[in-house]
C-alpha cells in the first residue's frame, strides 16, 4: 500500500476545502443577487397575509404566486447566466417550471440544481453546434436549439429531478422539525460561528438556511432558520468587549466596527478582532447558542431572510406581534451578553502583549486564502498600487467585487469612494458580485486576494489590484495617489520639453525659499499609509510652538495623502520621498520637503514668517 505524505493530505485537504467553498460560493451567488425579491416577498407576506400589520385579501393573493415561481425562476435564470449568460438563464428558467410544476412544494433547491445544469447544457450544445452552423442560419439554430433543450429539461425535471427533489426536501424538513422539537436547534451554532469567520457564511445562510426557511416559513408563516446566521448578539459582545477590556487600535476601533456590524449588518468586520485572540471563539460560540436557545424558547422566528444581518433589517422581518419582538429581541441581547462577559474575561486574563488589529487582519485574509483554496497570495497583492496603475491606460471606472457584491465590498467602495471624492477624481465608484465582472475597458477592479485570479479571468482587459481587507487597506490611498500621479504625468507628457524638466525639477527639491507664505491657511502633515506616529507628533509639536509664537489663524492637521486639498492655501509638509510624489501628484498645493517631521530646521523660520 502507499503511504501518504503529510504534503498529499494537506493538499487533499485543501482540495476538499476549495471544493466545499466553491460549491457554497455558487450556491449564494443564486441567491443573493435576488435577496431584493425576497426581501419585497417577506415583506408583503408580514403586511397583507390575514395576520399582518394590514391585512389585505387581495393584496395577499401575491403570496403564494411569488414564492412558487417568481423566487425560484429568478434564482434559476440567475444559475444559468453564471455558466452561459442571458442564453443560460433563459433556458434555466425554463427547465425549472418542470421542477416547479411537478412538485407542490417552493422549489428553491431544485431551481439551484436546474438552473446551472440547463446553462450547461446549452453552453456545451453551442461549442457543438456553432461551428457546424452554416452562415444565415444561426438566429434559428439558437433560438430552436434553447427552446428545444428547454423543452427537454423541463420533462426531465418534471419526471425526474422534482420528484428526488421534493423527496430530499421533505426529508430535510422532518429533520429540522425533529431538532427544533428535541430543542437541538442551538447546537447548530457550534458549527455556524466559527465557519463565518472562514467567510462560509454565504454559502451556510443563503446556500441552506435560507431554502429550508423559506418552506418553513410559507407554511408556518415564520421560521427560526432565518435568524441563526445573521443574528448580530455574538459579534457585538465581542465588539463591546473590547471597547471596555482591549488595548491600543482595536480598543479604538472597536467602538465604530461595533455601530458598523450592528446597525449596518457587516460582520466581516468583527471577524479581525476574534483571530487576534483565537479564544474569542469561544466567545461567538457560546452567545451564538445562547441566543438560538432564547430564539427556540420564545418561539421566534422570520417572515424571510434578513440581508444584511443588521438589527433593523431583522426587525423589519419579524412578523406582527408583541411576542415575536420580545422573543427576536431575547434572543439577540442574550446572544450579546454571553458573548460579552466571555470575551471579558478572557481579555481581562490575557497577559500577552497586544497583537496589532492590522496583523490580524493580514491573518484574516490568509484564513480565508486557505479556506478557498488560494493560500498563496496573488502577485498582484505584494505590487504596489501605484506601480499597476501606472502602466495601466485611462481609469475612468472602478468597482469592488466581491462573492456576493454586497457586505464589506460595499463598505470598501464607500470608504474609497470618499477617498477619490476627495481628491477631486471624477471617477464612479461601484461593487458587484465577482460573477456579474463584465471585461472592458477603463475598468479598475479591487477584489481581495483569495478572489484576485477569478476576478481576473472575468475581466483580462482591466486593470487590477488586489487587497488584503476591505475595510482597512493602505492601498486605497495608493491608488488614489496613482490615478493623481497618472493624471498629472500625462498633462506633463503632452508638454514641451522644457515644461516637463521644470516640473521633475520642481519635484526633486522643495525648500522655504519657494513658498508663498502670504497664501497658506492649512498646514498639513503627510503620513504614508497607516504609519502616523511621526507626522502626529510633528504635527502636535508645530502647533504647540505656533501657539507660543501667537500664531492662531492657521489650520493644522495630519492627513494622508488622498485626503489632501489641491489648493493653492495648503501647505504640505512631508518627507523627501513622500514629498516628490506629491508634487508629480498635485498641480497646486504648496510642499515643504523635511528630513524630520518632528523636529526639521525650518520649521521656526516658517512660523516666524506666518506671525
Known sequence: MKAVSNSDAKKEKTSLKTKTQRLGSKLSGMVMPNIGAFIAWGLITALFMASGWLPNAQLAKMITPMVTYLLPLLIAFTGGSMVDEHRGGVVGAIATMGVIVGTNIPMFIGAMIMGPLAGWCIKKFDAWAQPRTKQGFEMLVNNFSAGILGMLLAIVGFFGIGPVVSGLSGILAVGVDWIIKHNLIPLANIFIEPAKILFLNNAINQGILTPLGIQASASAGKSILFLLEPDPGPGLGVLLAFMFFGKGSAKSSASGAAII??????????????????????????????????????????????????????????????????????????????????????????????????????????????????????????????????????????????????????????????????????????????????????????????????????????????????????????????????????????????????????????????????????????????????????????KDNMKKSGVSDVKVQHLSVGEVDDEAEVLVIASRDTAKRIKLSFKNVQVLMVDNLMDAPEYDKLIAELK
Open 261 to 542: 456590524h450592528f446597525f449596518g449588518g457587516i460582520h466581516e468586520i468583527y471577524f479581525p478582532y476574534v483571530l487576534m485572540k483565537p479564544a474569542l471563539f469561544l466567545s461567538v460560540i457560546a452567545g451564538g447558542v445562547s441566543g438560538t436557545f432564547m430564539f427556540n424558547l420564545f418561539g421566534a422566528g422570520l417572515k424571510a431572510s434578513p440581508s444584511p444581518g443588521s438589527i433593523i433589517s431583522i426587525l423589519l422581518m419579524t412578523p406582527k406581534g408583541l411576542g415575536n419582538y420580545i422573543g427576536v429581541l431575547s434572543g439577540v441581547a442574550v446572544a450579546t451578553v454571553v458573548s460579552f462577559l466571555i470575551s471579558m474575561i478572557i481579555l481581562k486574563r490575557d497577559k500577552t502583549e497586544d497583537t496589532d488589529l492590522e496583523t490580524s487582519q493580514a491573518k484574516l485574509a490568509n484564513m480565508k486564502g486557505s479556506a478557498k483554496g488560494t493560500s498563496d497570495a496573488s502577485a498582484a497583492s505584494t505590487e504596489d498600487a501605484r506601480a499597476i496603475l501606472s502602466t495601466a491606460n485611462e481609469v475612468n471606472h472602478i468597482i469592488f467585487a466581491c462573492d456576493a457584491g454586497m457586505g464589506s465590498s460595499a463598505m470598501g467602495a464607500s470608504i474609497l469612494r470618499d477617498k477619490v471624492k476627495k481628491a477631486g477624481l471624477g471617477l464612479s465608484v461601484t461593487n458587484t458580485a465577482i460573477n456579474n465582472l463584465k471585461d472592458e475597458p477603463g475598468l479598475l477592479v479591487v477584489t481581495q486576494d483569495e478572489l484576485a485570479n477569478r476576478a481576473l479571468q472575468k475581466t483580462p482587459s482591466a486593470v487590477h489590484v488586489a487587497v488584503e481587507n476591505f475595510l482597512n487597506s493602505p492601498k486605497y490611498d495608493e491608488i488614489v495617489t496613482g490615478l493623481k500621479t497618472k493624471e498629472v504625468s500625462d498633462t506633463v507628457d503632452s508638454a514641451p520639453k522644457a515644461d516637463k524638466d521644470a516640473k521633475k525639477e520642481t519635484a526633486e527639491s522643495s525648500n522655504l525659499q519657494d513658498i508663498d507664505v502670504s497664501k497658506i491657511k492649512v498646514i498639513d502633515f503627510i503620513h504614508h499609509d497607516q504609519n502616523v506616529g511621526s507626522a502626529t507628533m510633528g504635527r502636535s509639536l508645530f
